[in-house]
Nanobody, 126 residues
Framework: QVQLSESGGGLVQPGGSLRLSCATSTRTYSTYSMGWFRQSPGKEREFVAHLRRGSSTTYYADSVKGRFTISRDNAKNMVYLQMNSLKPEDTARYYC???????????????????WGQGTQVTVSL
């Protein structure tokens, strides 16, 4: 059982930056791959970024590539999503997820992850 807790969301102007944090209840580096997803009202949950377990391999949605960076601090049991050059269309609730045994074709599928946090709201607006 892994508990995840996101923080760091808020209101930011277009072009601004935010760093989301995900605290994990246990060490995840070698056991779980970590992902960030987002969801807006009336829309399906959307893949944002993924960090493969035991490595530094990352995957990003095309819409955030070059603007967002996923990382982890193993000593602190934390996963981060650094978001730069934010756009109004980035507005959503952002969720952290953990999955074991994911293969490359799974990383963008919410249903392949085992554990989820409650999410943190990000609003990009003037």
């Amino acid at each position: 059982q892994v508990q995840l807790s996101e923080s760091g969301g808020g209101l930011v102007q277009p072009g601004g930056s935010l760093r989301l944090s995900c605290a994990t209840s246990t060490r995840t580096y070698s056991t779980y791959s970590m992902g960030w997803f987002r969801q807006s009202p009336g829309k399906e949950r959307e893949f944002v970024a993924h960090l493969r377990r035991g490595s530094s391999t990352t995957y990003y949605a095309d819409s955030v590539k070059g603007r967002f960076t996923i990382s982890r601090d193993n000593a602190k049991n934390m996963v981060y999503l650094q978001m730069n050059s934010l756009k109004p269309e980035d507005t959503a609730r952002y969720y952290c997820a953990a999955g074991g045994g994911l293969i490359t074709s799974d990383v963008r599928k919410p249903g392949r992850y085992d554990y989820w946090g409650q999410g943190t709201q990000v609003t990009v607006s003037l």
